[in-house]
């Protein structure tokens, strides 16, 4: 018997890190194909297509605005969404071959050719890729809350989870450097079939680890097909119930702010390595020759990675939005050091600048992903109900948004300061194109931060505040009341922004919810 326990204990523990790593494996998708194309994707269109830097970032921004639309719409499916497998696993299958196929649509262009034909047909295999991943990426968003309920549990997830995507992030840059061989802006185009090559492999690679997520997580599918269905009026007072919520709008800002940072650094880095220095080929000892571009990203994927690790140590022993106290500066002082790079900067100097900003931009997308679970927990305690598709829907309509307005205002900041063929490279590059890229680079995320840093001040969720609202929601449901101590009250109203009696929590039902009159 003694030595039977262990061995269930054992298994027990197998049996978690098959849960814990198939929903992280997931997360390939949102966090290899976002590096990839924000990194590569505008330049590919402009120096491989041909496209006008107005109409690639076009193409681009359209596509996130498009993404914006779908995303809600996805999640109000996600919600309505009854079956044996829950409301968000059912879609995780079914995105798989749309979203390999679309994005390898992404990297060829079949033959079209003329810059409007190549435009409108890119516009059209974006939009195509931006709806198949949607597909996947709404329901796995809203999936962790209907898994696993503790505050602290759901940050391990979490933190697993944005491994997994920074291993995708720094993988694909590995795939893209064997395949594509670029040393300035004119090797684009003897590239074709390498980008081909790519679409086909990075789709597969980020399709895939969807039926490893559908496979290996496990929803309260006893809820989900307990819970009523809302309508299209239910759905729609939704959001603005949602948008009322003071917790949700401050968490809503911090992630669109996170998104446009991200968004800004990734979108602008690739072209600012090659104005300033060109992708050179370099000499690192125990790795060999290796571009310039490979290691740029790469030292900003390691130092991204590396600080996981003190980010969770913080959100364990504080709170979940503590990371941005430790990043963001880190961030900034990056910012700073690039905003003053030439082509006479020592390039130490600038791979400093780097790597602060990969051990900054850490935060930007781990801590929005982490926050974003607990809210549909509040959201229960002012109506009574559980809406994770509506509410990772309309987090991710703003982050799509945002990361659209950046690759749209990149392409007008690259157009009006006359970056074009003839001056991408270190020798003709003008005073000009080094300061579009600087603006999206170094300033705009350095305001970004700034805000960031001022809202995360007002966040009041930690692990004590989501303990109580738990302990309380399960007692109302258990009973039909709840006893709400008066410090609690002013709790909630803090949190949600709304009087005490009007959240479902307080709402006289048989039996009555029994409230603790406030003293006066």
Known sequence: MSDATP???????????????????????????????????????????????????????????????????????????????????????????????????????????????????????????????????????????????????????????????????????????????????????????????????????????????????????????????????????????????????????????????????????????LLIYGNRSLSVPLLGKLTLLFLVVNLKGALEIGFFLPNVFLMKKYNKHRPLYLDLPLLAAGCAILLFASPSLPLWLSLTGIALIGAGSSCLSFVPNTLLPDLPDVDELICGRRREGVSVGLVKMGKQIVAGLSSFVFGLLLTAFHLNQENASPDQATFGALAAVKIMLCVLPLAASALMLMISRRYNLGGAEHAVIKARIAEKRSSGSARVPPEEQRLFEEITGQPFGTLWIAESAAPAVEICPRPD
């Open 7 to 273: 061995a269930r204990e054992n298994e027990r523990g197998l049996i978690k890190i098959w849960h814990v790593a198939s929903y992280a494996a997931g997360d390939a998708l949102g966090g290899g194909v976002g590096q990839v194309l924000s990194l590569y994707y505008m330049y590919f269109l402009m120096y491989a297509m041909g496209l006008s830097p107005l109409l690639a970032g076009t193409v681009t921004g359209v596509t996130r605005l498009w993404d914006g639309v779908i995303d809600p719409l996805i999640g109000v499916l996600v919600d309505r969404t009854r079956s044996r497998w829950g409301r968000c696993r059912p879609w995780l299958p079914f995105s798989v071959l749309p979203v390999f196929v679309s994005y390898a649509l992404l990297w060829t262009n079949l033959g079209i050719q003329g810059q409007w034909g190549r435009f409108f047909y890119f516009l059209f295999a974006y939009i195509l890729f931006s709806t198949a991943s949607s597909i996947g990426i709404v329901p796995y968003d809203a999936l962790l809350p209907r898994m696993v309920a503790g505050y602290h549990e759901r940050t391990n997830y979490s933190a697993y989870r944005m491994v997994f995507s920074g291993l995708a992030s720094v993988g694909s840059t590995y795939v893209y450097e064997a395949l594509i061989h670029v040393e300035t802006t004119a090797d684009y185009p003897a590239n074709t079939r390498g980008f081909a090559l790519l679409g086909l492999i990075l789709g597969a690679v980020f399709a895939l680890p969807l039926l490893i997520t559908f496979f290996g997580s496990k929803e309260t599918v006893a809820a989900a097909r307990d819970e009523a269905s809302p309508d299209l009026r239910e759905t729609l007072r939704g959001y603005a119930q949602l948008l009322r919520c003071r917790l949700y709008r401050k968490c809503y800002f911090l992630t669109m702010l996170g998104a446009f940072s991200a968004s800004a650094v990734v979108t602008a880095l690739a072209i600012f390595v």
